[in-house]
């Protein structure tokens, strides 16, 4: 089963850095991995200590190496799910093996997971983190399992493990906080659950405490530059994101609502979904605490992506689907019991998830998307060694960062994202790593005079380009269509 995931995955794995299946970060993902860099907050040090180690894989291409992280990270999450799904199951299920293997797969090759295993992101990694926590708490809890103490034990530390290393990953972890308390209420003493707590926090603060030493060796991109305990604490909290959570109106959620519903049956169709819906019962009504926590935390990472304000927050629903996958392997159980093990339905639900498989490989296989690597080095084939880019949209921007600093290492070429120049630590990186462009003397001013001052400055010594045309800039300065680039002009010219 792992080994049949991994295979789809890395046969469908994106060759370099890609913008499809919401990957535009993945152009500063790879790059900040590649430097020693620290990426967009909350900084990835997990995510990036294991980038930097796939670095120095034997293979072609580094963003390649890196997309090899997702790729293993996804395919364990489909192992972690199998061992959540025979944990759940009744013991007296038939075929409890067969069951969970079609379930788990059934998951792996679902269009929104299967999306996020071939591109260098942090979303598998944060998939295979929130299963491990769930298993390490139906472990720990005993719910169900039958098994010993040792086991408890067991569990016990693999859910402190991965709610340390998911604090040192992607926050949305603390969501696991409703299904430990309906786990462990009254079945682990306050003292065991403030012991591991700490252990996290202690895991996740030694992760988080190397950004710090990441931004003192100054490397090229380092978002926030966390020197300075507040650059740290706006990096680590992800405070440049905090005004998306919740940030709809109200007059949007309905078509958000809507929007789940359909993600939901093209993860797993109508069978699925209506597997899952009964299956859903049959946990609660033979292991309650075990089939409200998986319920309470789809119902968690749910709320939370219907009220995110931004155009990928359909990723966020990944854990929450994950906890859908479960409730149809209970499903599934219960028609194969009540089926009596008939070969022909047990080969009809065999059947679902290679249908998954096939109808959805020619939309997740990234292996000849070079699109967003094509852009870049057809910018750096198109301007001149020591030009000035101003790229807006990450797309652009992440794209020219990995060409910059991943293939052309030699390179004298500047990219300002315009975006970032209302941050001071933004204004005093690119001049520590400029020092020979004239910068504006005034600290002080805004994003938009800044700008207009550095390419003033610095027009007749450098060519300055634009990716896209910037109606704010046109009556500043002319520009001329060059390539897939927008050159500022010098008067007389």
Same mark, same amino acid.
């Given at each position: 089963?792992? +080994?049949?995931?991994?295979?789809?995955?890395?046969?469908?794995?994106?060759?370099?850095?890609?913008?499809?299946?919401?990957?535009?970060?993945?152009?500063?993902?790879?790059?900040?991995?590649?430097?020693?860099?620290?990426?967009?907050?909350?900084?990835?040090?997990?995510?990036?200590? *294991? +980038?930097?180690?796939?670095?120095?894989?034997? $293979?072609?291409?580094?963003?390649?190496?890196?997309?090899?992280?997702? &790729?293993?990270?996804?395919? +364990?999450?489909?192992?972690?799910?199998?061992?959540?799904?025979?944990?759940?199951?009744?013991?007296?299920?038939?075929?409890?093996?067969?069951?969970?293997? %079609?379930?788990?797969?059934?998951?792996?090759?679902? @269009?929104?997971?299967?999306?996020?295993?071939?591109? &260098?992101?942090?979303?598998?990694?944060?998939?295979?983190?929130?299963? *491990?926590?769930?298993?390490?708490?139906?472990?720990?809890?005993?719910?169900?399992?039958?098994?010993?103490?040792?086991?408890?034990?067991?569990?016990?530390?693999?859910? +402190?493990?991965?709610?340390?290393?998911?604090?040192?990953?992607?926050?949305?972890?603390?969501?696991?906080?409703?299904?430990?308390?309906?786990?462990?209420?009254?079945?682990?003493?306050?003292?065991?659950?403030?012991?591991? &707590?700490?252990?996290?926090?202690?895991? &996740?603060?030694?992760?988080?405490?190397?950004?710090?030493?990441?931004?003192?060796?100054?490397?090229?991109?380092?978002?926030?530059?966390?020197?300075?305990?507040?650059?740290?604490?706006?990096?680590?909290?992800?405070?440049?994101?905090?005004?998306?959570?919740?940030?709809?109106?109200?007059? =949007?959620? @309905?078509?958000?609502?809507?929007?789940?519903?359909?993600?939901?049956? =093209?993860?797993?169709?109508?069978?699925?979904?209506?597997?899952?819906?009964?299956?859903?019962?049959? *946990?609660?009504?033979?292991?309650?605490?075990?089939?409200?926590?998986?319920?309470?935390?789809?119902?968690?990472?749910?709320?939370?992506?219907?009220?995110?304000?931004?155009?990928?927050?359909?990723?966020?629903?990944?854990?929450?689907?994950?906890?859908?996958?479960?409730?149809?392997?209970?499903?599934?159980?219960?028609?194969?019991?009540?089926?009596?093990?008939?070969?022909?339905?047990?080969?009809?639900?065999?059947?679902?998830?290679?249908?998954?498989?096939?109808?959805?490989?020619?939309?997740?296989?990234?292996?000849?998307?070079?699109?967003?690597?094509?852009?870049?080095?057809?910018?750096?084939?198109?301007?001149? =060694?020591?030009?000035?880019? %101003?790229?807006?949209?990450?797309?652009?921007?992440?794209?020219?960062?990995?060409?910059?600093?991943?293939?052309?290492?030699?390179?004298?070429?500047?990219?300002?994202? !315009?975006?970032?120049?209302?941050?001071?630590?933004?204004?005093?990186?690119?001049?520590?790593?400029?020092?020979?462009? $004239?910068? @504006?003397?005034?600290?002080?001013?805004?994003?938009?005079?800044?700008?207009?001052?550095?390419?003033?400055?610095?027009?007749?010594?450098?060519?300055?380009?634009?990716?896209? !045309?910037?109606?704010?800039?046109?009556?500043?300065?002319?520009?001329?269509?060059?390539?897939?680039?927008?050159?500022? %002009?010098?008067?007389?010219?």
């Amino acid at each position: 089963m792992f +080994a049949g995931a991994l295979g789809v995955f890395v046969r469908t794995l994106a060759p370099s850095i890609a913008w499809k299946n919401h990957a535009a970060d993945s152009g500063d993902l790879v790059a900040a991995a590649y430097t020693g860099g620290i990426p967009h907050p909350p900084g990835y040090p997990l995510y990036t200590a *294991l +980038a930097q180690l796939f670095v120095l894989l034997p $293979v072609d291409g580094i963003a390649y190496r890196v997309n090899l992280l997702s &790729a293993l990270a996804a395919a +364990a999450t489909v192992l972690v799910l199998y061992a959540i799904i025979r944990l759940v199951l009744p013991a007296d299920s038939r075929y409890p093996r067969g069951v969970s293997v %079609v379930a788990a797969l059934w998951f792996a090759f679902s @269009p929104m997971f299967w999306s996020q295993a071939t591109v &260098a992101e942090v979303y598998a990694l944060n998939a295979l983190l929130t299963a *491990l926590g769930l298993l390490g708490l139906l472990l720990w809890s005993g719910e169900g399992t039958g098994l010993g103490e040792s086991w408890r034990t067991r569990g016990r530390w693999i859910f +402190a493990a991965a709610l340390g290393l998911g604090l040192a990953h992607h926050l949305t972890i603390l969501f696991l906080v409703p299904a430990a308390g309906i786990l462990l209420w009254r079945r682990v003493s306050a003292r065991a659950i403030l012991a591991t &707590a700490a252990f996290a926090l202690g895991l &996740a603060g030694l992760l988080a405490f190397s950004l710090v030493l990441r931004a003192w060796r100054d490397p090229p991109i380092s978002w926030g530059d966390p020197k300075t305990l507040e650059n740290w604490w706006w990096l680590v909290s992800g405070q440049l994101y905090r005004g998306y959570a919740f940030g709809l109106g109200w007059a =949007e959620y @309905p078509a958000r609502v809507s929007a789940w519903a359909r993600l939901l049956f =093209e993860q797993f169709n109508p069978v699925g979904v209506a597997l899952g819906l009964w299956g859903g019962l049959q *946990l609660v009504q033979r292991s309650a605490r075990a089939g409200v926590a998986l319920g309470v935390t789809m119902a968690v990472y749910s709320v939370f992506a219907i009220g995110y304000r931004s155009f990928d927050s359909d990723v966020y629903l990944i854990p929450a689907f994950l906890c859908f996958a479960p409730a149809i392997a209970a499903g599934m159980a219960s028609v194969v019991q009540a089926a009596r093990g008939r070969a022909a339905f047990a080969l009809f639900l065999i059947l679902l998830p290679l249908a998954n498989l096939a109808l959805n490989f020619a939309a997740m296989d990234r292996s000849a998307d070079t699109q967003a690597r094509d852009y870049g080095r057809r910018v750096f084939d198109t301007i001149p =060694e020591n030009a000035l880019v %101003v790229a807006d949209g990450d797309e652009h921007i992440f794209a020219l960062w990995h060409s910059r600093y991943v293939e052309r290492t030699d390179s004298q070429v500047m990219i300002v994202a !315009p975006g970032l120049l209302s941050y001071a630590w933004y204004r005093d990186q690119l001049r520590r790593h400029n020092p020979d462009w $004239v910068w @504006p003397a005034d600290s002080e001013l805004a994003w938009d005079q800044f700008l207009r001052a550095l390419v003033a400055r610095n027009l007749d010594r450098h060519a300055v380009f634009w990716t896209a !045309p910037d109606p704010q800039f046109e009556r500043l300065f002319r520009f001329r269509a060059v390539d897939a680039l927008y050159q500022v %002009v010098a008067a007389g010219e």
